[in-house]
């Protein structure tokens, strides 16, 4: 290809994504009280994150597919919105934090956390798998290359 496919901006947002959401699950897996801060602000930066990529797929590459593939876009919707659920069951749990941390919210800030990173892990295999690979075979270099600059046009705003 000659410029950047929009599969590897996607593929280079999904790394990224990645070692936010690795971070995400040692924290949780050893949460103590004064490790609920650095959850809040891991979580924060992840849904910048998401919320960048939800937009160039959902916004760019997922229309331009779905037509010639509506059930595999349809899973792939279903699963950007138990990510954006789990999100904001973990967000709601960590607005509930406030001063002393008792062992139930400890626990609902752990299974939160360790749900929306194997809900996220999940998504990406899949989607790497099944419908970047797919994009790759269908698109013309000139339709990827088209489709990542709109995608950096996102990134920039």
Do not use: C
């Not at 010639?68 to 789990?86: A, F, K, N, S, V």
């Not at 973990?90 to 941390?101: D, F, R, Y």
Request: charged content about 30%; aromatic content about 4%; hydrophobic content about 45%.
């Amino acid at each position: 290809m000659t410029g950047t496919a929009a599969t590897d901006l996607l593929r280079a947002d999904h790394r990224a994504i990645e070692g936010h959401i690795d971070r995400l699950l040692e924290l949780a897996r050893n949460l103590r009280p004064a490790g609920v801060e650095a959850l809040r602000a891991l979580a924060a930066s992840l849904a910048v994150l998401a919320a960048l990529h939800f937009r160039r797929e959902e916004g760019i590459l997922y229309p331009w597919l779905r037509g010639g593939l509506p059930q595999l876009l349809g899973r792939m919707d279903e699963q950007h919105e138990y990510t954006r659920e789990m999100e904001g069951h973990l967000s709601e749990a960590l607005a509930g934090v406030n001063g002393a941390v008792d062992e139930r919210q400890l626990a609902n800030l752990r299974n939160f956390a360790t749900e929306l990173h194997d809900s996220i892990q999940h998504h990406i295999v899949e989607e790497e798998d099944d419908l970047f690979r797919l994009a790759d075979e269908r698109l013309s270099v000139s339709e990827q290359d088209g489709l990542a600059a709109l995608m950096k046009e996102i990134g920039a705003n």
